[in-house]
């Protein structure tokens, strides 16, 4: 298991572009979220899915926003028509099935930068 | 509202020294606490977490968290700090339920000077 994987690493987009990110959690991990970091700034939550369920989704999630986990296993989250708000550092952890205390497993992040 | 403040933005320890993060918290039930750890454009790695029982965590490359319910606190310390630690440290909040929708603060960078 090598643990949370995300791609791309980094991404540069023309405003206006639309982007996707993917999400491969670890296997058997039912629980997938979605948080945004931006410079200086503490990770927010965006959204969670419960295998292929999206549970709940944050304010911060406007309408361009658009995540997805279609068979319960990866997941991808899609910006449109990005704006330079957009830029920042895009985490996805995964968690399992609580069975008594868990915590969530965190990838090595998505950087986006709008220019 | 559920918050974490971390009021030191920076801080600086000679390495060898020990070291205290402070971590206060604002949440309307018994929260779980997490301390992760975060390198330069890396994501997140977890240190410690309290859930309930000892309120004194151990967690790992020798760090250690004291909970203190009466004073909403979570905070981190190391009794001698090494280079590698130099990295930003977060504390986070959340539900008791293992749903894992953390509210962070904004972190605590720590330099290690020689």
């Known amino acids: 298991d090598t643990g949370v994987s995300q791609d791309p690493r980094h991404k540069i987009t023309k405003r206006g572009q639309n982007v996707t990110f993917r999400c491969d959690p670890i296997?058997?991990?039912?629980?997938l979220y979605w948080y945004r970091q931006t410079l200086g700034q503490g990770p927010e939550f965006l959204t969670y899915f419960q295998n292929e369920a999206q549970l709940e989704k944050s304010r911060l999630l406007s309408d361009r926003f658009s995540a997805e986990r279609p068979k319960g296993s990866f997941s991808t989250l899609e910006i449109q028509r990005t704006e330079q708000g957009d830029s920042a550092m895009y985490l996805c952890?995964?968690?399992?099935?609580?069975?008594?205390?868990?915590?969530?497993?965190f990838g090595q992040g998505t950087r986006l930068t709008v220019v | 509202a559920q918050s974490v403040t971390q009021p030191d933005i920076h801080i600086t320890v000679s390495e060898g020294a020990s070291l205290e993060l402070r971590c206060n918290y604002s949440y309307g039930a018994t929260p779980y606490l997490f301390w992760y750890v975060q390198s330069p454009g890396q994501g997140l790695q977890l240190l410690l977490k309290?859930?309930?029982?000892?309120?004194l965590v151990q967690g790992i490359k020798g760090f250690e968290a004291e909970f203190k319910r009466s004073q909403s606190s979570f905070n981190l310390r190391k009794p001698s700090v090494h280079w590698s630690d130099a990295a930003e440290y977060f504390c986070a909040v959340g539900p008791n339920t293992g749903f894992q929708k953390l509210v962070f603060g904004t972190g605590t960078r720590l330099l290690v000077s020689p």
């Open positions: 952890a995964s968690s399992p099935r609580p069975r008594g205390n868990t915590e969530a497993f």
């Open positions: 309290y859930f309930s029982g000892d309120t």
């Open positions: 296997s058997e991990h039912n629980r």
